[in-house]
T-cell receptor, first 114, second 115 residues
């Protein structure tokens, strides 16, 4: 079974630029999560999708971050414009059902904003 | 709100040493508790879990017991190997609490095992 795929693995941008991350969850997983992991901290949930609908985006900085999950499969997370404090690893995870603690994580995208 | 506190690292041990990584939690409801592991260059993986008080989760020689009286879920292994070198995250899920069942992670503890 293929795992959660993410791209790119690394990205370096200047502040005020925009960036997008892509995630392909495990086939058949209805729930998809985006987390932000700042260096030295644990992952923090940004947004949760159930199929192609948002069920929790309370921690998403909506003035600059946006996410979509078209057709309930792949998802993209966008930052526009980026700030220095957005430097972090962005993790995508998926689970078979909503509310399952058995989340499967991708390798993450490491973003550096200079 | 719900939170997890785990011992700061890094932790450096020799092969075959005993490992303990402390984790305590604060929750308003009745959480389930987890340990996730992140090997270098890989995504987080669920290592073990416990869903109610006094449950013991175990996997790959690691163990942790859900202690409600001390609000703790310490990770232990009797004899570590070099291949156990990774970052370990304690986490909780509290469906009846403010976090609505979402995973709340500690800051992670980096373990390095020397041959």
């Amino acid at each position: 079974e293929a795992g959660v795929a993410q791209s790119p693995r690394y990205k370096i941008i200047e502040k005020r630029q925009s960036v997008a991350f892509w995630c392909n969850p495990i086939s058949g997983h209805a729930t998809l999560y985006w987390y932000q992991q700042i260096l030295g901290q644990g992952p923090k949930l940004l947004i949760q999708f159930q199929n192609n609908g948002v069920v929790d985006d309370s921690q998403l900085p909506k003035d600059r971050f946006s996410a979509e999950r078209l057709k309930g499969v792949d998802s993209t997370l966008k930052i526009q414009p980026a700030k220095l404090e957005d430097s972090a690893v962005y993790l995508c995870a998926s689970s078979l059902v909503r509310g399952s603690y058995e989340q499967y994580f991708g390798p993450g995208t490491r973003l550096t904003v200079t | 709100g719900d939170s997890v506190t785990q011992m700061e690292g890094p932790v450096t041990l020799s092969e075959e040493a005993f490992l303990t990584i402390n984790c305590t939690y604060t929750a308003t409801g009745y959480p389930s508790l987890f340990w996730y592991v992140q090997y270098p260059g890989e995504g987080l993986q669920l290592l073990l879990k416990a869903t109610k008080a006094d449950d013991k989760g175990s996997n790959k020689g690691f163990e942790a017991t859900y202690r409600k009286e001390t609000t703790s879920f310490h990770l232990e292994k009797g004899s570590v190997q070099v291949s156990d070198s990774a970052v370990y995250f304690c986490a909780l899920s509290d469906p009846t609490g403010g976090s609505q069942g979402n995973l709340i992670f500690g800051k992670g503890t980096k373990l390095s095992v020397k041959p």
